[in-house]
């Protein structure tokens, strides 16, 4: 299927994500393989790459790969199906051993996992670093179980050496330095936490590859969390810390909720001040976090010697709202509305970095705008509006504050002094310092 | 006729600008010169410069001089004057055009400027760098007017290569280091802005050349607003970057308000901190403004590049008043209390610019003060009053801090400090850092 | 008498106060040498030094011992004593000359001490620097004075050339670097200011000798307020300025009101970063001062040039308790709580300085904590409480900051990080920065 363009931006995103949302994705498997090969079908430059179980990264060791194909709990007596992964793929603990035997009441619940606020919620629970296996079911399903009967557990996976994978895109520009963002793929059946990162960041890649020239080269990582940002970084670490002028994590980009911000470990990188600007004069409400809430891979990148500048901007925060990491959590949580103003966000947050640059003044005094008619000549219909915006930009273009630092201090949007840039730069007013 | 010596300062200050009141000023002309050669009377060796019309200052061009002699509206029918340059000069829009013609209303009323929001006032419009021909009324007078009338249109003016005046007055102290003042003269009859500007400058250059010995040199300037500014700079870049270690520009200096203080682009030069202090503990309530409010000759000094310590300490702040650049803005708005109180401040500031230095404390731990009598030796009535005020200040001549950022750690004003400066050096208490 | 060590801490602190409070102790004298010479009992490496009247100290002349037998005040006409220094020791001006004469009620006046405010309080007050003789009293006893009486004034006291002494006890550690801690013995018959300083410290002595093991060198001080530390620093300053890295000022450590914070002249000294960091987080409520309110021997410390960093930790501070240099700051108003909880203050703040160090984590990106059981495996049951705390904590090691400001961007007590660093060093998931 290619996607309908004529749809908005916001529904064309929902529909790839209605795809994805099916797939059964963990850490490692086919699940993640389907979705690589989907979006690479909308980006054929996107690599697949593998790295073998039992691999070294850091001090973690690649896991082995999960395959599973069936999943269910029967009661015995009725032969009643309890559960069935097949109606939803939270059903099974993730990355659960294989099991097939009878238990009572008693040995089920120390394998079952509900949310009892939560009761018509499925939660999504993993076991990636223990062999376990276990369901997961809505409290009100629960609640019906006969503490008397027996039950079949069954659950047909296996673990082998296979691979990690994980998608690479790179779109080249004028120059090395890279714009990155990184999402995970590794959730199945989930929507905002985590789908809308990667739906987000493949249009984002397309807002890319369409920009009339590119100052940055752009870099779009599809990874597991945690284990894959970290294999990642291990094979890539250098060219990313000589070349990452900013980063952001791709996740829980589709409610309706507010936008969140969650800053880098150092706090004032090119990320962050891009970010602050525009939530606060292009967006206006917004949660600030504290890095101390962080939770994504943003762990990795700004650990101490990798120090990547890479903050998240989200709608609602994973972890602070009541349907994450629940069946909740689906395709009518996440919106074409909450998709479309996070797309919004983020193409007005790439413009900004392309033309973020350090200018200086041309002249010593303001210039002489009624010279060039950009100045009303009649002394109080004079200096309101964009001209008052223009000779305030002017005034701090001393070569040292680049645009985005400028746009805090005049306190307005740096995407709206962009207007203003293109002004200065035609009457050549401002020239840039390298 | 000589100032009248036994007035106050304030009242000295107001018949100066009586005097000057009537005269019509524009950015250059014979209103300019008059004003500067009354105040060579007073000052003679203040030098009236000029630089001839078409010269090119930075990115500016030098106006051709304008001379007006008469202006006026006459309803054809009745031959009645509606509006009469000679009752007030603030009638003709500032360097208009010459004019001699019969038009309808509506022709008419495309040249007329009036306030509806203060129907008793004439506003002041210029119109420097566009030909352009008009005329300001009250509302009152506007609303008098029989849109089936015809009216003649009369202004006798010209433009011509001329020169652009200023006046430049240099006292000169033991250190080449300047304290710069800068004024301007370009406005007709208004007081508050501007008059009170070069009248209070005039004054202060008398105090500065009656201080008993001279620490800095002093710089007064009186020119035509922005054109002037840009100029002077044109012409004396290198000596200001050179020697000025705090400026001020004066305006706004003769209304009964609250002071209003409007800082440099840096914020926090000499200039700002000696303001600063002073407003804090010496005036207490006053109103504090952003760069981004700036309005007056601040915009060149401080323009990157030129980058002087210049801000500003005025009363009512142009632009934040309702009889701002109005014929309301008149000899009664302004007063001799007003202007006293300004010049007080500006004393002040002047009398800690030239105490202001870098102390060390000449002992290791606190002095006996006690063995110099400056302690009262019973114990419970010590440390109180001066001495603590003594002490906490020796506490802080560490050869890093000067006096004016030690007052504000202290909390009190740097002008009441010097008394404590005097003491701490008669006891040989601390000495100078160079 | 040995100090009881089945009692409470608190209650042998309040037991060596008991002991110590009837001594007559001044600036000088026999009262000072025998405070040391019991304190010597506890620690025998004490040792007690003089300095010889008349010597120079910085700015200042060591003054003559002080020597007090009897002194008092009689009515002539009744034979009765009014007030007599055998009661208690604060009726005498401290250091007051001698006197023997007969005088009037308003003679009298002049040389008695009272407080209306405070009716049952008898003043302590001193006159060091300049001779003077008088007496202090309650209020009551004032008001019973007959004005028409005539009054025998008795004080047999001497001032002789003797010597200034003071105590000095040294702990060494495995480094050469010290902590500091200065407290005064010049004070007669008053409990929190100031034996509480002296008591606790010679218990702080008794933590620190019993520490399994000393990292740094600990130096006690016992001296005479203002003189002591004048003379001290005379004698030591350059060891002090080249190994202190942390000193306190002990006095006012005995009551039970809120903690109170003075901070160094500088303010951010280790001393001040770890005081703040456990009055934040183990303390929770206390008064926060600003060195303008210095009145101890911090005056000393912190003065340009001497530099030490050294600031104060006090329960009530001297001056903000009414009962503050009067008869009523007594063995009442100080009690075994109060001191005891002194005492728990400065060991934390002990342990804390001792394993104050700047870590680096050893791993690229997040260790696997699950491979070493750190982490539960399940998701939902995962990263909180300890482990939480333990990788924000790493996250944070970057090989700059050190502990405590670690603890303060985590907002948590630096002396409950000691476990978290133990467990992450036992893992080597940490290593030290020298």
Redesign the interface.
Known sequence: MSINTKKSIGQQMHSLMEELFPITRSITGEGVRNTLKRLKEIHPNLEIKEIPSGSRC????VPKEWKIEEAFIEEVETSKRIVDFKNNNLHV?NYSVGVDKIVDFEELKKHL?YREDLPDAI????????P?W?FCLSYNQFKELNPKSRYRVYIKAEHFDGVLNYGELIIPGASEKEIFFSTYICHPSLANDNLSGPVLATFLAKFVKNLPKRRYTYRFIFIPE?IG??CY??KN?ETLKRNVVAGFVLTCLGDEGDFSYLPS?QGNTLADRVALNLLNHEVGKFKRYS??DR?SDE??Y?????DLPVCLVMKSKFGEYKEY?TSLDNLEFVTPKGLEESYNFYTKLIEVLENNRTY??T??????L??RNL?H????LG?SGFTKLL??FL?????ERDLVEIADI??VSAYRLLEVVKVAKKYQLIEEVS
Chains 1, 2, 3 share one sequence.
Do not use: A, M, N
């Not at 939660?123 to 223990?130: A, G, M, Q």
């Not at 002249?363 to 002489?368: A, D, F, V």
């Not at 000549?377 to 109080?380: N, V």
């Open positions: 850091f001090d973690w060791i603990v996992h939660p999504y629970v993993t076991s990636y670093y223990k376990y276990g945690t940002s970290i970084l291990s670490l470990r890095y101390l939770g762990r990795q700004c650990w101490p010697g990798v990491h200086k003044v002249t010593l005094g303001e210039p002489q009624g010279r100045y000549s009649i002394s109080h200096r000779v305030d005034v701090y273009c001393d070569g005049l306190g």
